[in-house]
């Protein structure tokens, strides 16, 4: 996977560049000169690219070695003689999905279980956020697992002491120690940086600025780029004036304010992940069906119900979310957790609270691949890996189309989602 570094950490820009000259060179390549590349043509799907452009019918994309060589109208793209045809008429495809926000199992079989299942309902690149422990995390980062979505991690978090949680985050009580934690990430390269800021409903001292603050600062010294788990308002104004690179949440107690906003209008290029509560009204799972065990999906249905209490919390970060996009903040992507079918309830929750399903997929797509830094992801263009989802449905016309899923490519290659759903439905825990 190609990830832009900054200038004081190791650059890999260059595998960018390699996988565009490979396709440069191999985009000329006579499928039948007996050189081993496997070209294979997409035709006829209707075409959602993943930047916010409008989706082209009747569309013709071209797969070499894994990656995108050609994509377009039928008219504009010249089929390779001797090419693998597959006819995707009354399909719709789009990027696979960029999860930036979930946490991961640090062991190697619960981890390959965890990045399978989550290719499976779409995704093919996920991001590990702050509770990755040992070096598993690190040995698999980018790894090509069979059948399953590509891994980043965060490694270990920073926050104030909070015992009785979780003991895998850094806990901090000085600036020294705030440097020491970025220090010791910055060493194995993380892709992020988490912090926490959050009393957990006063039940421990949350960091405070000076603390964030240092964190922020060392990590920027090193070429690393901070996302803050936070509940605040008034938190996030702080984050906002320390420096921040991106939000893990929206804000969750109260409405944005102007401030806020006047905050953030200075500093354009901070993201928003705003992993969205439950919405409190109950909904259909029975898209589930077939890929969970029927007395657990059953055990979920029957949990679904109204609750006024969610409806209102949702109802604060709906509106934060409208009021960000509305102000063209940049939004990217994320569940939190690991239950491999959430990002399609995420979607739909984003659109209920105002965004439309085109921006909810270029959130899902571009934004998070390029809040990740990834160059090699997140749109259906030439010289990108050929990640995509076909689908039975357009999520134009309704979000929760994306559910409606034919195949899922890696690299070009379909992964296997009988065998998948199989696993799935014969009573594995997601």
């Known amino acids: 996977m190609c990830r832009v570094k900054s200038e004081s950490r190791i650059v890999v820009v260059m595998c960018a560049v390699l996988s565009l000259g490979t396709v440069l060179m191999t985009g000329c390549t006579d499928p039948d000169d007996g050189s081993g590349a496997t070209v294979t043509v997409f035709e006829g799907a209707r075409l959602i690219v993943g930047d916010g452009s409008a989706s082209i019918e009747d569309a013709v994309f071209v797969v070499e070695s894994g990656h995108f060589t050609h994509a377009g109208q039928r008219s504009d793209v010249e089929i390779p003689g001797g090419a693998t045809r597959v006819d995707l008429s009354g399909k719709t495809v789009m990027p696979t999905i960029v999860n930036a926000h979930i946490h991961l199992a640090s062991t190697r079989e619960d981890r390959t279980d965890q990045l399978q299942q989550m290719a499976y309902y779409g995704a093919g690149v996920v991001v590990s956020l702050g509770l990755d422990s040992g070096d598993v995390p690190f040995e698999m ?54 912090i926490w800021v959050d009393d957990r409903n006063g039940r421990y001292e949350k960091l405070s600025p000076a603390l964030y603050g240092a964190v922020i600062d060392e990590a920027h010294t090193h070429g690393l780029r901070v996302t803050a788990h936070v509940y605040n308002l008034e938190d996030a104004k702080g984050l906002l004036r320390a420096g921040i690179d991106a939000f893990a949440h929206g804000v969750r107690d109260l409405d944005v304010d102007d401030e806020l906003m006047a905050l953030w209008s200075e500093r354009p290029n901070v993201v928003l992940v705003p992993n969205l ?56 992507f994320g569940t939190d957790g690991n239950t491999p079918w959430a990002p399609h309830l995420e979607m739909e929750d984003m659109v209920r609270s105002g965004m439309t399903p085109a921006e909810v997929i270029v959130a899902a797509t571009r934004n998070s ?54 696993r799935l439905s014969g009573g594995m825990s997601p």
Do not use: C
């Open 141 to 194: 980062r980018d790894e090509m697992v069979t059948d399953g979505a590509r891994s980043l991690t965060a490694g270990r978090g920073i926050t104030s002491p909070e015992p009785g949680r979780s003991e895998v985050p850094s806990w901090i009580t000085s600036e020294e120690e705030a440097q020491t934690a970025v220090q010791q990430l910055a060493a194995n390269e993380v892709d992020l940086v988490k």
């Open 277 to 332: 509560p439950n919405p409190g009204v109950a909904v259909d799972l029975s898209w589930l069906s077939g890929t969970v065990p029927p007395d657990e999906l059953q055990e979920m249905q029957n949990a679904q119900k109204d609750s006024p209490a969610d409806q209102e919390s949702f109802g604060i970060q709906a509106r934060n979310l409208a009021r960000f996009n509305q102000a063209g903040v940049r939004i990217a």
């Open 369 to 422: 691949a390029e809040l990740m830094q990834l160059t090699d992801v997140g749109t259906v263009a030439v010289g990108k890996s050929a990640d995509f989802i076909v689908l039975d449905a357009n999520p134009l016309d309704d979000i929760t189309n994306t559910r409606r899923i034919s195949a899922i490519y890696l690299r070009g290659i379909a992964i296997d989602r009988d065998a998948l759903g199989a």
